[in-house]
């Protein structure tokens, strides 16, 4: 979970510091862009850091925030299926952007998965056990 954490903490924060130029050839990127579009992209950066730190915040009580864990997975899954839509057109985004939209649209809902797992079997391991 930490690690998974790290993806959307690097990305936002590399996109809040360089601008789109983080995926167009780095900061130093000449600026095809204009100033609504960077700000645009910088604001979509700063959300993608806030949904890395609040799966971090799981880390804690993982068992206790299944309602947190599925909020953020939904979020990531309805940005990673406005991904895919484009596809069509706008075409294939290239190898750092196919990364995200696997991590978006399978990596995440699997995690998902297994917290709500852990979170299952901590609550059965929590139960009273009847007595014999």
């Known amino acids: 979970m930490a690690l998974g954490g790290c993806v959307p903490v690097f990305a936002g924060t590399a996109g809040l510091v360089l601008g789109p130029g983080m995926a167009s050839g780095g900061a130093f990127a000449a600026a095809p862009w204009d100033a609504a579009l960077d700000s645009h992209f910088r604001y979509l950066s ?3 850091l806030g949904i890395g730190l609040g799966f971090w915040s799981t880390i804690p009580a993982l068992p206790a925030r299944t309602a947190r864990f599925r909020l953020l997975t939904a979020i990531v ?15 294939w985004p290239g190898g ?16 998902c998965l ?10 059965r391991n929590t139960r009273p056990q009847p007595a014999a």
Not at 77 to 90: D, F, I, M, S, T
């Open 96 to 111: 750092p952007m196919t990364a995200a939209l696997v991590m978006e649209l399978v990596i995440t809902p699997l995690l």
């Open 77 to 91: 899954v309805l940005g990673g299926l406005a991904r895919l839509a484009a596809l069509p057109g706008q075409g």
């Open 46 to 48: 700063g959300l993608l």
């Open 114 to 123: 297994w917290q709500g797992r852990v979170a299952h079997e901590a609550e």
